[in-house]
C-alpha cells in the first residue's frame, strides 16, 4: 500500500510562485516514474508534468514549459513540483500519482495510488 499527500497549496496571485510537495510512504518509489495532474474547477483531470525513475528525466504539458519544474529527492521518497509566473488558468486541484502501468507517461489510466490532492488558486 502506498500513501501520497500532496502540500503546499494555496491562494496566491498572478506571477507568483509555489513549490508543491508529494510525500510519499508505504513503498520505496525510486524507480518508478511518478506524476503531477491537475483537474480544474468544472474540468477534466489533466496531466501537468512527469518524471522518471532513477534517471530523473522531466516531461511537460505544453501549457507549463519554462514555468514549472518537476523534481523529485528519491533519498525521502518525495516528488515536488515548483510554480513559477503563476497564471489564473493554472487555478486547480493538483494530484501527485505514480506511474505504474504500461502506458503515456501523460495518460492518467497509467498511474496508481494518487494522492487527495492540494488545490491552488490563482487570482487576477
Known amino acids: 500500500q502506498v500513501n501520497l499527500v500532496e502540500s503546499g497549496g494555496g491562494l496566491v496571485q498572478a506571477g507568483d510562485s509555489l513549490r508543491l510537495s508529494c510525500t510519499a510512504s508505504g513503498r520505496t518509489l525510486s524507480a518508478y516514474s511518478m506524476g503531477w495532474f491537475r483537474q480544474p474547477p468544472g474540468k477534466e483531470r489533466e496531466f501537468v508534468a512527469a518524471?522518471?525513475?532513477?534517471?530523473?528525466?522531466?516531461y511537460y504539458e505544453d501549457s507549463v514549459k519554462g514555468r514549472f519544474t518537476i523534481s523529485r529527492d528519491n533519498a525521502k521518497n518525495m516528488l515536488y513540483l515548483s510554480m513559477n509566473s503563476l497564471k489564473p488558468e493554472d487555478t486547480a486541484v493538483y494530484y501527485c500519482?505514480?506511474?505504474?502501468?504500461?502506458?503515456?507517461?501523460?495518460?492518467?489510466?497509467?498511474?496508481?495510488?494518487w494522492g487527495q490532492g492540494t488545490q491552488v488558486t490563482v487570482s487576477s
Open positions: 500519482a505514480v506511474h505504474t502501468r504500461s502506458g503515456s507517461l501523460s495518460s492518467a489510466q497509467a498511474y496508481d495510488w
Open positions: 518524471i522518471t525513475g532513477v534517471e530523473a528525466r522531466p
